[in-house]
C-alpha cells in the first residue's frame, strides 16, 4: 500500500484546510484498516491528529485539534481526508498520513500501529 498526501499549504490564522490521503495498492483490509493523521512540528515529536476506522467510520482526536478538526473517509475514492478549521500557529507542521492496512492491535493514537505512511505535507499558518 502507498500513500499520497495532499491539500497543504499556507494560510491566515483562522483560515480552514483540507488534507487529502489517497491509498493506492492492494493489500488494504477495509473491514480492518485505520487511517490516521500526524503532523511533526520543527523540534518537536510526531504528535496525533486524528484517526478513523474504515469499517465503521469511527473517528478519533488528538486534544489539541478536537472540535476544530474533521477526519473522514471516502470508500469509492479509498481517501481519507482531514478537514482542518480555525486554524492557528501551533497547528504549522508537516502532516503526514499513515494506514494501518491490517488493522491496529492497539491504540490508533501511536505511530506503531500503523505500517504505511505518506511522504507528508507541509501546513503553515501565519498570525
Known amino acids: 500500500v502507498q500513500l499520497q498526501a495532499s491539500g497543504g499549504g499556507s494560510v491566515q490564522a483562522g483560515d480552514s484546510l483540507r488534507l487529502s490521503c489517497e491509498v493506492f495498492g492492494r493489500n488494504f483490509n477495509r473491514y480492518r484498516a485505520a487511517m490516521g493523521w500526524f503532523r511533526q512540528a520543527p523540534g518537536k515529536e510526531r504528535e496525533f491528529v486524528a484517526a478513523i476506522m474504515w469499517s465503521d467510520g469511527t473517528t478519533y482526536y488528538g486534544d489539541s485539534v478536537k472540535g476544530r478538526f474533521t477526519i473522514s473517509r471516502d470508500n469509492a475514492k479509498l481517501t481519507a481526508d482531514l478537514q482542518m478549521n480555525r486554524l492557528t500557529h501551533e497547528d504549522t507542521a508537516v502532516y503526514f498520513c499513515?494506514?494501518?492496512?491490517?488493522?491496529?492491535?492497539?491504540?490508533?493514537?501511536?505511530?506503531?500501529?500503523?505500517?504505511?505512511w505518506g511522504q507528508g505535507t507541509l501546513v503553515t499558518v501565519s498570525s
Open positions: 499513515a494506514a494501518a492496512t491490517r488493522g491496529p492491535s492497539g491504540t490508533v493514537r501511536h505511530p506503531s500501529q500503523y505500517n504505511s
